[in-house]
């Protein structure tokens, strides 16, 4: 409940929103953080859901998102992250999410929560709008430097993703490059461009560049994190700069205040299908249980929709589906 720029209020707020708009009935929340602020935020909604949160009182110490990884794991005893992912490694609860340190959450969760077996490392993963609907990317920043040993278990992580929170069957998997044709890349890519190509149990369609991303080329997008990260924000960026100059232009002149007004309807779906916020949540994917990264800079909207994620998986056989995955990566052809 600490973490994220705006802290406990839009953590407080979150909850409330996935509530209230319908979220599952049958979902409770143990809410980690000091005690103070978090009843001073629920005090201001006279509806707040009570009845299905517990309050866990870890005092003032938390991690902060300037901390370094390896000096937060240091430190991380009895912090509000720590305990909360303690509560899912002890079974207690079946999902953590937080806004907090993105690199000491997924080192604290591969820590204590633990491994698939066979798999390297956790990958980051998120859902990307696109022209034909929506498609998985990965890995979005846990991995700066990957091997193509990793890229291709993240296409496996992936496609498992893709069959619960998209519901496809079959999802089409692509490595991300700066060109489709094959001969371009660096080694890594091309090394687990062989590997994939020659496994008949995944849907692989080759390289795919930037431009792809939104045209809904691949229902599984893969690259590694450093690469990955940067393409994100740089779609968050641009949305948020299309925005801005379309209120400059509506503010121009009453003739095009008037045409909003016959186009509101439009235009708020077109916000809405855009709006990173309702895509907010990235699992951390290839762990044992699920853990679920809100964006640092999440509104009550935002972490709603990363609770709404947690749950979905919480109640999927999604780990079942990554082993399976990964099972039918070691019959294929290919090997990983």
Do not use: W
Request: charged fraction near 20%.
């Amino acid at each position: 409940m600490m973490g994220g720029d705006l802290g406990v209020p839009a953590n407080v707020s979150g909850v409330r929103r996935y509530v209230l708009d319908g979220g599952c009935p049958d979902v409770s929340f143990d809410l980690f953080g000091n005690i103070a602020p978090i009843e001073s935020a629920i005090a201001k909604f006279s509806d707040f859901p009570t009845s299905c949160c517990e309050i866990h009182n870890t005092g003032e110490r938390m991690i902060s998102s300037e901390e370094r990884p390896s000096v937060a794991i240091k430190k991380s005893g009895g912090t509000s992250m720590f305990e909360a992912i303690s509560h899912v490694g002890l079974n207690r609860a079946d999902a953590v999410v937080s806004s907090g340190n993105t690199g000491a959450f997924m080192a604290l969760s591969k820590i204590i929560i633990g491994m698939i077996s066979n798999i390297n490392r956790p990958a980051l993963i998120s859902i990307i709008p696109n022209s034909k609907g929506r498609s998985v990317m990965l890995d979005l920043g846990a991995n700066t430097e990957c091997s193509s040993l990793q890229l291709t278990q993240f296409a496996a992580m992936g496609a498992a993703v893709a069959k619960v929170l998209l519901d496809i069957t079959d999802p089409s998997i692509a490595l991300l490059n700066i060109g489709t044709e094959r001969s371009k890349g660096t080694e890594i890519l091309d090394a687990a461009y062989k590997i994939l190509e020659e496994n008949v149990n995944l849907n692989f369609i080759g390289f795919i560049e930037g431009t792809d991303i939104t045209k809904g080329t691949s229902d599984v997008i893969v690259t590694d994190g450093f690469s990955g990260n940067i393409s994100l924000k740089t779609m968050e960026g641009t949305i948020r700069y299309l925005l801005h100059l379309a209120k400059e232009e509506v503010g121009k002149s009453l003739l095009c205040k008037i045409g909003c007004l016959f186009c509101r309807r439009m235009l708020i779906s077109i916000k809405n299908s855009i709006d990173p916020r309702r895509h907010n949540g990235a699992p951390l994917v290839g762990l044992k249980k699920i853990a679920v990264k809100s964006h640092g800079g999440s509104d009550s909207i935002g972490v709603a929709n990363a609770i709404s994620t947690a749950v979905t998986l919480a109640k999927s056989n999604f780990i079942t589906n990554i082993n399976d995955t990964l099972t039918s990566l070691e019959t294929g052809k290919g090997t990983v």
